[in-house]
């Protein structure tokens, strides 16, 4: 196998059917859930991202303690975001002990990045979605015409989650808000009377001062 770029984000070669690994997910729960369906390469010199599904495709991990410590994260998913070579899919765990600094990942990783974020309440959990990603990537194009289609609802399903934690939005109304607003640059530059007519004055300036206020206040627990 090709050698990586060591500290770099440069093409990562995985062979079909393959997971390359970072060394430190030898031994893990998360690595335990995939052995026996996927073959897993660890290598210890990827710093940026967990796992490479392809040369192209990669996963970063942020665990419940990354979420909690602090925002050390958010330099990986900006290095991976400006790569420009790499699709970066960001799963994070989810607990009720993380689940107050949620919403911010959620805004930084979306809202802010474009990526694509997936909630998962543990390793094992995660290990399941990373075998589903792998094997949709190892079907021939010509045999699974939705693949892209795939990725496609991964990041509309991502970005409708994200929606909902505006304030005043929620379930209801990110869907209605999204078929106006099919973008979040469309989203964010839309005026409170653009807003109003999809789901009234109260929560269009909610959404308003949202996407306007400087910086972003995370929920009090």
Not at 12 to 34: C, D, F, T, Y
Request: glycine letters at 8%; hydrophobic letters at 40%; proline letters at 5%.
């Amino acid at each position: 196998m090709e050698r990586n770029n060591p500290g770099g984000t440069g093409p990562v070669h995985v062979p079909l059917g393959h997971i390359v690994a970072n060394e430190k997910w030898r031994g893990s729960q998360l690595a335990q859930g995939m052995q026996g369906k996927v073959k897993l390469i660890f290598e210890e010199d990827l710093t940026s991202a967990d796992f490479y599904l392809s040369s192209r495709s990669c996963i970063l991990y942020i665990t419940e303690a990354d979420l909690v410590t602090g925002h050390g994260y958010r330099k990986r998913l900006v290095r991976v975001r400006n790569s420009g070579h790499l699709q970066g899919i960001i799963i994070v765990e989810k607990t009720q002990t993380s689940e107050q600094y949620f919403p911010a990942v959620q805004k930084f990783t979306v809202l802010d990045l474009g990526m694509v974020l997936l909630p998962v309440a543990n390793q094992w959990e995660a290990s399941c979605l990373i075998i589903q990603l792998v094997q949709e990537q190892t079907r021939e194009p010509s045999r699974n015409p939705f693949l892209r289609k795939k990725r496609c609802v991964l990041s509309e399903l991502s970005l409708v989650q994200t929606v909902q934690q505006i304030p005043g939005v929620g379930k209801v109304k990110a869907p209605l808000l999204l078929q106006k607003f099919p973008t979040i640059h469309q989203l964010s530059n839309a005026s409170v009377q653009e807003l109003e007519e999809v789901v009234g004055h109260s929560v269009a300036q909610q959404i308003h001062a949202f996407f306007t206020q400087s910086g972003w206040q995370q929920p009090h627990s």
